[in-house]
């Protein structure tokens, strides 16, 4: 069977913005993130201060799976693509369940600080 391609990824993508994040979202995502670039690679850096933390990335079948764990005073860096649909909280926290407060890897956001709580951040940037 062969590899995923970027575009093959796309359609996972945007379902897994519309179950998440709902019908408004997907169609600022759609507008966002230009229709050939969906699935492209990025790279990023999890930090956090007082606390644990953990970033985990939708797969296409919009099932979060655990990415890193970010010990506390400590930064990791991860992959991720374009599209991509993720949660960064408190390792305590655990797995995200419905409703929660996800967000999708987009150009808007490449290189600025996405600040969780006091403690963790986030930053990335397209490859």
Do not use: M, N, Q
């Given at each position: 069977m062969p590899s995923?391609?970027?575009?093959?990824?796309?359609?996972?993508?945007?379902?897994c913005?519309?179950?998440?994040?709902?019908?408004?979202?997907?169609v600022f995502f759609q507008q966002d993130i230009p229709e050939r670039r969906w699935g492209e690679p990025l790279r990023g850096t999890a930090s956090t201060a007082s606390e644990a933390y953990v970033l985990w990335l939708f797969d296409a079948q919009c099932e979060p799976h655990r990415a890193i764990?970010?010990?506390p005073r400590t930064s990791r860096t991860f992959k991720a693509q374009l599209g991509q649909?993720?949660?960064y909280a408190e390792a305590s926290a655990g797995?995200?369940?419905?409703?929660?407060?996800?967000r999708v890897f987009s150009p808007s956001n490449s290189g600025a600080e996405q600040r969780f709580?006091?403690?963790?951040?986030i930053t990335y940037h397209l490859d």
């Open positions: 995923p391609t970027p575009e093959s990824r796309a359609p996972f993508y945007r379902a913005i519309a179950k998440t994040k709902g019908h408004d979202a997907l764990e970010v010990p649909v993720w949660y797995r995200p369940a419905d409703g929660c407060a996800c709580s006091d403690a963790g951040s």
